[in-house]
């Protein structure tokens, strides 16, 4: 009797999941030499969606070597209630990935959509991971 009540409990635990889970996405491949853009429509939130934007160098062992600064560099943006807002970020030289993270307010819906030779829109409930590729000629 006890096993199936922790079996029970177990169960009840991961059907209803973490509410601070966090996804990670795949979002495609950027040129590194041409301008994209990220949308975030925060239109019907009521309170302020949070974003970082991670560009990732070329320098895998810069935590290693203690120059860190050559090998990241990041953005802070922020869209208010109700606002839709587009962001048109220039990525750093020797860029080769970027990762987003988006920080919504807890069960709420927010859409980001990524732009540049492609569309890839992204519905995001709490908080998500957007990774891309950047690819220099």
Not at 58 to 67: F, M
């Amino acid at each position: 009797m006890r096993a199936l009540r922790a079996v029970a409990v177990l169960m009840v635990l991961v059907a209803t999941g973490n509410s601070a889970h966090t996804d990670s996405i795949y979002a495609g491949t950027l040129a590194g030499n041409q301008p994209w853009t990220i949308t975030v429509d925060n239109a019907t939130v009521n309170d302020k969606t949070l974003f970082t934007i991670f560009y990732l160098g070329e320098s895998p062992r810069a935590t290693e070597t203690g120059r860190l600064g050559e090998a990241v560099k990041f953005d802070l943006l922020s869209v208010q209630a109700n606002e839709r807002k587009v962001f048109s970020p220039t990525i750093p030289k020797k860029t080769r990935r970027i990762i987003i993270e988006v920080h919504a307010p807890q069960f709420v819906t927010v859409r980001i959509e990524i732009a540049q030779s492609f569309s890839f829109p992204v519905d995001i409930v709490g908080g998500a991971s957007v990774a891309l590729e950047v690819t220099w000629p």
